[in-house]
């Protein structure tokens, strides 16, 4: 394959630094996992790092069981150095340096790997970018299986994870190129450790954010609005959305809470003319918020919605989620 004859061709012990974007789903961690797999097999040093947390259960269970190395950043010294000490730096599930990702946005990366629609043109040594594919871990998984690779229980389960959850369990987008790549990976897959990933157990946190949620929901028409104050843990606003989409009479769930001076938003549609992506990142610019056709989410700072950074007490943090509410209703209602 173009990516085997390009690693190939690199210098012994090249230091490679895998860039999984913001708050990794399980598409992006698969990817990430392969990618350093492969560079660790072709006899270089990997590594994966991401900006933002890793919080839904799900996700963790992943990285916990699976072993995934992953390297949170956070200072833009500690980015840079990175940047600075890689000599081969990989994107996985994202093109576009510093949007939802702490790339710097001067940073070319030598490959990128993503399977979102491009209306830019990308820059990278090897840029594999099709949306011909339904996740980027199908992606992967057909790179791997044209090249010599070995496979083993730990990606294939990963990969096929990645798969599961960007097709919502093959419901969604699901394409004659991701099946043959299930398929092959399928042989590899350790089905026992792929349940313990799927079904970990729920934290109290989430329960709590679950009740608030439903006890404030707002309904108007068909839409769910469910603001959540104080949240403590973001990734339980998915599980929420996830939860309240299946709703009798509902096609579009937008829950959202207050955190470390953002609010966090999640939101979940099958209403045929929208495309939540396109409307987050029309409404949110500057890389705010986005996603897919029936799903997305952001992370919105205090002031973009009030014109206040100064706001710390409880009050003006329960202002900021009316605001909100208010705001979320424009655009979705």
Known sequence: SILENYILGLPAKSRTTIFCHDNPDPDALASALAMNELFTFHGHQAQIVHGGMIEHHQNQAMVRQLEIPVRRLILDWEIADVVKESDIIVAVDFHRPGANN?????????????HHSVDESVTADIAMVSSEYSSTSSMVASLLMNSNFQMNSRVATALSFGIKTDT??????????????LLWINAWVDSEMLRSIEMPPRSKETLESFSEALNNKIQIDSTILAPINNLTNRDSLAQIADFLLPTEGVDTVVTFGTRRGKVILSVRTNREELHVGRILSNNFPEGLAGGHKTLGGGQIPFDFI?????????DEVTLVLERATELLKKIFV
């Open 102 to 114: 702490v790339m710097p946005n001067d940073c070319i990366p030598h490959i990128i790997i993503d």
């Open 168 to 181: 919502l369990g093959f419901t969604r987008d699901f394409n004659a190129v991701d099946i043959r790549s």
């Open 306 to 314: 009030t014109g206040n950074s100064e706001i710390t007490n409880e």
